[in-house]
């Protein structure tokens, strides 16, 4: 009898044990389950943090590119503002002289010889200043429409 109760014990001992060893193997599968787990949750994280220092980078580029790309623009419309104020005063200019022109044209009392010559002079000055004066328009014209451009640029997101 004691012998069978040994053997009882002995067998419920050899149970608990092979219980132990599973409980010990599938503790060791899941710790290496949760390492292995652990692994790629910190390759994840190692790639979202260089993902992000990427995305920082082409962000400040791209920020730097765009102030960049502004300056110049403002660079421009200032250049193409005083080209236009230039030509503007250049054309004012040009018609006062032609005004004076005409005026002293129509003014002239000397001889008729004098008159035809002097006539003849300052038709050639108005023929000159009128092609001055269609060159300023033009370049008045031109320095318009780059403004325009500019300010259709500058307007645009």
Same mark, same amino acid.
């Given at each position: 009898?004691? #012998?069978?109760?040994?053997?009882?014990?002995?067998?419920?001992?050899?149970?608990?044990?092979?219980? &132990?060893?599973?409980?010990?193997?599938?503790?060791?599968?899941?710790?290496?389950?949760?390492?292995?787990?652990?692994?790629?949750?910190?390759?994840?994280?190692?790639?979202?943090?260089?993902?992000?220092?990427?995305?920082?980078? @082409?962000? *400040?580029?791209?920020?730097?590119?765009?102030?960049?790309?502004?300056? @110049?623009?403002?660079?421009?419309q200032g250049a193409a503002?005083?080209?236009? /104020?230039? &030509?503007?005063?250049?054309?004012? /200019?040009?018609?006062? #002289?032609?005004?004076?022109? *005409?005026?002293? &044209?129509?003014?002239?009392?000397?001889?008729? #010889?004098r008159q035809t010559t002097?006539?003849?002079?300052?038709?050639?000055?108005?023929?000159?200043?009128? #092609?001055?004066?269609?060159?300023?328009?033009?370049?008045?014209?031109?320095?318009?429409?780059?403004?325009?451009?500019?300010?259709?640029?500058?307007?645009?997101?």
């Amino acid at each position: 009898m004691l #012998r069978q109760e040994l053997a009882k014990k002995d067998n419920a001992i050899h149970s608990i044990e092979m219980q &132990v060893k599973g409980m010990s193997l599938e503790h060791a599968k899941r710790k290496e389950k949760i390492q292995k787990k652990d692994e790629e949750y910190q390759n994840l994280v190692k790639e979202i943090q260089k993902e992000r220092v990427t995305c920082q980078q @082409e962000k *400040e580029e791209q920020e730097t590119s765009w102030k960049q790309k502004m300056e @110049e623009m403002e660079t421009r419309q200032g250049a193409a503002t005083n080209m236009v /104020r230039s &030509v503007k005063a250049e054309l004012v /200019r040009t018609e006062r #002289r032609l005004k004076e022109a *005409e005026e002293e &044209v129509a003014s002239s009392s000397s001889l008729t #010889r004098r008159q035809t010559t002097r006539l003849a002079e300052l038709e050639s000055m108005l023929t000159k200043k009128d #092609r001055e004066s269609e060159t300023l328009r033009r370049k008045a014209k031109q320095a318009t429409t780059i403004l325009q451009q500019l300010g259709n640029l500058t307007s645009s997101p």
